[in-house]
């Protein structure tokens, strides 16, 4: 009873808009944000106060103050930001997959500083938005033409769509794939228009398989590749060979889905060999598909690329203008592409991935050890060592394998480990490492250059109080 009673009298004593306004502390708002756009956040904050007051929680004045405070702060500050990625995960898609390469960030100011050309020739008339990407896509992969859409996807749908709506379309059971964030290929196949006729087993299907189910109503033979996930022991998949020869007797496109689609052979380097687009081409495939956004490095895109009759019947779909991407992104994938066009010394140094898939684990020690002695004067909240691990590349891309790395281990003693993870996450540049037990771990692979000043600064700002 006392409880109600206790209540009632919060709720008695909310302010009233106008006296919120009047807040010393939302003084600075009050000169910049719109007046009725101010005064429907303090609305919303004050209903949600008296909602959560009356559940029952236990809350006074002073959190609504708060709460109107943050709620306020966060609206009007980015939340699409730069971030430090301590995982250790490669490509990330929390934290936006692969890390733009070198000089990047000026291409993306340059495009931004006014009006941008996107499709327009020197005789000022409408040209084609494709035709230098297809240029730059054509020396790279060796195919007859390429283009891109707004995801790997995307680019699926807009392939199964143009080539075998209302058709039969054969994959192996062994490929029916998710894809983390609700990509799967039967969906995307129904959504299609296409009908999906699976074959073989999940972990064998063999070219007969194949053979077996084509019919007068089969428009495509589908590979995808199986990205975050291996089957192994007795197991059987058909080689792109075997199923561009066998497309080529029945005349019937082979479609191939490589999901991150590797332009370089990272297999010279010791890394696991991940299928290369110039090699599916080579091979023969039809049409080939990839993501811009993995190990290309390259902005949230599907690259197409393929025999010129299906590239051009893809653009004159519909749906190809539905999906097409903005002008940030293409100016991204153009510079992004160029960069590829480079020698692989220089892609070493500038390229987002390729920088990271092979840093040596000296530097990645070096830059551990660095910031572990930077932080040495925190030794008596938390117990700091260098250790030996492993990351993963992620974003289904030679996912089932795992790289060697450092990492600093962080073992607070005067706050939780899970506060410590989250003061670093709500850090001005969030830092996102990896808690295991009671530890908090600072995966120095993904951690890019100089970034270890930074991570240091925050634990100055979270630790000067703890
Ligand atoms: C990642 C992936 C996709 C999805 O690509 P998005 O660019 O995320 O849309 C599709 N197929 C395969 C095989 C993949 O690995």
Redesign the pocket.
């Known amino acids: 009873m006392k409880e109600k009673a206790k209540q009632k009298e919060i709720l008695r004593q909310i302010p009233s808009v106008d006296k919120i306004l009047n807040w010393p502390e939302l003084n600075e708002y009050l000169q910049t944000i719109e007046h009725t756009h101010l005064t429907s956040i303090i609305r919303y904050k004050i209903d949600d106060f008296r909602q959560n007051l009356i559940t029952g929680k236990k809350l006074n004045l002073h959190h609504l103050k708060q709460s109107i405070i943050q709620e306020i702060g966060e609206l009007i500050n980015p939340y699409f930001c730069y971030a430090i990625n301590a995982i250790g995960i490669v490509l990330h898609t929390g934290l936006g997959r692969a890390p733009f390469s070198q000089g990047i960030d000026d291409i993306v100011y340059i495009v931004s500083k006014g009006y941008s050309r996107l499709q327009i020739d020197e005789q000022g008339r409408r040209a084609d938005r494709y035709k230098k990407i297809n240029q730059l896509l054509q020396i790279l992969t060796g195919a007859e033409a390429g283009f891109f859409v707004n995801?790997?996807?995307?680019a699926?749908l807009l392939i199964l769509n143009t080539i075998a709506k209302g058709k039969e379309v054969i994959v192996s059971r062994g490929q029916l794939?998710e894809?983390g964030?609700s990509?799967r290929i039967p969906e995307i196949m129904a959504q299609s228009g296409a009908i999906m006729r699976e074959v073989g087993t999940t972990n064998r299907t063999h070219l007969r398989d194949y053979e077996g189910a084509i019919n007068d109503e089969t428009a495509a033979l589908l590979r995808?590749?199986q990205?975050?996930y291996r089957i192994s022991g007795f197991t059987k998949e058909v080689p792109l060979h075997e199923l561009v020869e066998l497309g080529k007797k029945y005349k019937i496109p082979v479609i191939d889905?490589?999901?991150?689609g590797a332009l370089i052979d990272f297999s010279k380097y010791g890394l696991p060999k991940e299928p290369m687009v110039q090699e599916s081409i080579e091979t023969g495939a039809d049409v080939v598909c990839f993501?811009g956004?993995?190990l290309i490095a390259g902005p949230?895109s599907?690259i197409i690329v393929g025999k010129k009759e299906y590239i051009e019947k893809m653009k004159k779909n519909p749906l190809t203008r539905a999906l097409r991407c903005d002008k940030l992104t293409n100016a991204v994938l153009e510079a992004t592409l160029q960069l590829l066009l480079m020698k692989e010394e220089i892609l070493m140094k500038k390229h987002g991935v390729f920088n990271i898939l092979l840093k040596p684990l000296v530097d990645i020690k070096t830059q551990a050890k660095k910031c572990a002695h930077m932080l040495h004067k925190y030794s008596t909240k938390m117990d700091i060592s260098v250790k030996e691990a492993v990351s993963e590349i992620g974003?289904?891309s030679l996912s089932t394998e795992q790289l060697p790395t450092f990492v600093v281990a962080l073992k607070p003693k005067t706050m939780k480990v899970d506060d410590l993870a989250r003061s670093l996450r709500q850090y001005h540049i969030p830092i996102f490492g990896r808690v295991s037990e009671d530890t908090l771990l600072l995966d120095f692979r993904t951690v890019l250059k100089n970034e270890e000043k930074i991570i240091a600064e925050a634990f100055d700002e979270i630790l000067k109080n703890k």
């Open positions: 995801n790997n996807a995307a699926t794939i894809i964030g990509f995808v590749h990205s975050n889905d490589l999901g991150s993501s956004d993995k949230q599907g974003g289904g």
